[in-house]
């Protein structure tokens, strides 16, 4: 079965530095997704992209954060200037253009000192 | 969007059947609704998915009555495994969506 793939699993980075965090989506899909989930907390969406912009974005994804598809296959969250509350797992989703199951990968757990 | 509210907690016994249900009244037309699972420190998985009626799949059935304004993830004969987070999201066809996931509602499965 397709999966969506994360990387790093794990990232620790000082406040202030800046990060990029990896998503390879399912091949054959078009609309593209990240989360966070701070330690205990429910998930929380960040940010949709299709079509190579941002089709809708939540109060959080302030100009701190910005999305890239670099290629035909990355699909990128980089974090500018890291805070302290920055720190939380990540997840990246992808769904087909037809469907709603969104597919999750296994996330990237960010830790800002 | 359409709020949605879950139990906080649910406990069950292996073996059980488990019913969580969702409300979500202020459903749309085009809303369909979707439960996903969350295991510690994993990203949500997929479970089910449905607009009106009945949909059973291997894991689990989703009971959506006439009037959408709330529906039911049935999970048969549970196992201690199940013990996860159960989601309820609410969304249009349109793809692209802004996904609110509620708090959800904590399954304890115990032996």
């Known amino acids: 079965e397709p999966e969506v793939t994360q990387t790093p699993s794990h990232q620790v980075t000082q406040m202030g530095q800046e990060v990029i965090l990896r998503c390879v989506p399912i091949?054959?899909?078009?609309?593209f997704y990240w989360y966070r989930q701070i330690l205990g907390q429910k998930v929380e969406f960040l940010v949709s992209f299709y079509n190579n912009e941002i089709s809708e974005k939540s109060e959080i994804f302030d100009d701190q954060f910005s999305v890239e598809r670099p290629d035909g296959s990355n699909f990128t969250l980089k974090i500018r200037s890291t805070k302290l509350e920055d720190s939380a797992m990540y997840f990246c989703?992808?769904?087909?253009?037809?469907?709603?199951?969104?597919?999750f990968g296994p996330g990237t757990r960010l830790l800002v000192l | 969007l359409a709020k949605t509210t879950q139990p906080i907690s649910m406990d069950s016994y292996e073996g059980q059947e488990v019913n969580i249900t969702c409300s979500h009244n202020n459903i749309a037309t085009n809303d369909y609704i979707t439960w996903y699972q969350q295991f510690p420190s994993q990203g949500p998985r997929f479970i089910i998915q449905?607009?009106?009626t009945k949909v059973t799949n291997e894991v689990a059935s989703l009971f959506i009555p006439a009037d959408r304004k709330s529906s039911t993830l049935s999970l048969p004969r549970v196992s201690l495994s199940d013990t996860a987070v159960y989601y309820c999201?609410?969304?249009?066809?349109?793809?692209?969506?802004?996904?609110?996931f509620g708090a959800g509602t904590r399954l304890f499965v115990k032996a």
């Open positions: 449905g607009y009106k």
């Open positions: 999201l609410v969304g249009d066809m349109t793809g692209g969506f802004k996904t609110i």
């Open positions: 989703a992808s769904t087909e253009t037809a469907s709603k199951t969104q597919y």
């Open positions: 091949s054959n899909h078009l609309y």
